[in-house]
């Protein structure tokens, strides 16, 4: 497929190599059989001892080379020579051999072996020097050109090879962003879902059966089901990541901010607002730091009350949760810390800064500072 004109490129057959190796020795027949009409025998057998020896010119092109190398003595004909030259060409890369074999045809085409020789003129001796110069650094040029398209085929798929490979590793590295990014919404849904049914099965331990048993049973039930929608929906990302759609929308925004508090638990109180303009990263990364920082507060804390503080000003804006001590015993809920990491890597992402510590008197608070956002 060529990809500036967006049609299909069809490749182009070579001719397999036992159809050229044919057609190249049948030229050297013929052309010794054209000179030896008059030839004695020993021109003969160095023609044919020439033309045996195109058929190892591929895997020993010196052999080749040199057992043609006769037939410039005892004939005229000398394209077996020049083909079991360009095949030395081809095949090797040392240039101070390949100028020794061009000198040795040069000579060999250019000395008068048979004893005659045409002095007529300066201008036939030029001629003649001049033939014997292209018939030994023709098929010389010719291989090493050969040479040099087959190397620079090798080195264009190598090239080819390695930008797929690259290709890949970007992909693989998107796809890994991606999954760690899916994972953190995981995080941050699952956890908070699941604490708020711990916390509702502890109460439904200690609750004598009447009225408000069924009423904490309905509310696991609920939670139960919410968890498994969001659980599901995670996984359904999870799965398409790989393909073209990896858009994690519906994401939480602030507007549904009160909902979270009212559901999660806990007495809170929400003071401050955001600018109407936030952009959608700003406001995920202000919702998760709430949610995550109220699991938090039901996990370690029981029974303390919170307060989730918006702000803004010229240079930024954010969210502080603070909690009071726990006026329960805390439960036994496993944790990783994969929360605030979690949250610490939502705020460098977008270029912000997130604190957490213990406060005096027992509680925590947990920050969240980014740069003003545009919508």
């Known amino acids: 497929m060529d990809e500036r004109s967006g049609t299909e490129v069809t490749p182009r057959r070579r001719v397999p190599s036992w159809a050229v190796d044919v057609a190249l020795i049948g030229l050297a027949i013929l052309d010794a059989w054209l000179g030896l009409e008059q030839a004695d025998l020993s021109a003969k057998v160095a023609a044919g001892v020439a033309i045996l020896a195109l058929l190892i010119r591929r895997r020993h092109p010196y052999a080749g080379f040199v057992l043609t190398l006769p037939m410039l003595a005892f004939s005229f004909s000398v394209i077996a020579v020049l083909i079991a030259l360009y095949s030395v060409a081809v095949e090797t890369r040392d240039r101070r051999v390949i100028t020794v074999c061009v000198a040795v045809v040069i000579l060999g085409y250019a000395v008068p072996w048979q004893g ?4 007529e003129s300066g201008r036939s001796v030029l001629v003649d020097a001049l033939y014997a110069l292209l018939m030994g650094a023709a098929p010389a040029v010719l291989g090493q050109l050969v040479q040099a398209r087959r190397d620079l085929t090798s080195r264009l798929k190598e090239i080819a090879e390695a930008r ?3 290709r890949l590793l970007i992909e693989q590295t998107i796809l890994a962003k991606e999954r760690a990014q899916l994972a953190r919404e995981m995080h941050d849904v699952v956890s908070h879902q699941v ?8 109460v439904l331990q200690v609750t004598p059966a009447g009225e408000d048993t069924k009423d904490v049973a309905s509310s696991i039930r609920r939670l139960s089901v919410d968890t498994l929608d969001e659980l599901r929906h995670m996984v359904t990302l999870l799965r398409a990541s790989g393909g073209a759609e990896t858009d994690l929308a519906p994401q939480p925004t602030l507007a549904v901010l009160p909902a979270l508090v009212a559901n999660s638990g806990i007495q809170t109180t929400v003071e401050g607002e955001l600018p109407s303009d936030v952009d959608a990263a700003t406001q995920r990364a202000i919702y998760r730091t709430v949610q995550e920082a109220l699991t938090n507060v039901r996990k370690h804390a029981p029974g303390a009350t919170a307060a ?3 702000w803004h000003h010229e240079n930024g804006m954010g969210v502080t ?4 001590p726990p006026t329960r015993p805390t439960l036994s809920l496993p944790s990783a810390q994969h929360g605030l990491i979690g949250l610490r890597e939502r705020a460098e992402l977008l270029d912000g800064t ?3 510590g213990p ?5 925590y608070r947990v920050q ?8």
């Open 195 to 202: 604490s708020l049914i711990a916390v509702q099965a502890g």
């Open 368 to 375: 969240l500072r980014l740069p003003s956002a545009q919508g």
């Open 164 to 166: 797929d490979h690259e």
């Open 359 to 363: 406060t005096p008197g027992g509680g």
């Open 116 to 119: 005659q020789i045409d002095v």
């Open 308 to 310: 989730v503080q918006l």
């Open 321 to 324: 949760i603070t909690n009071g």
């Open 354 to 356: 997130l604190e957490a």
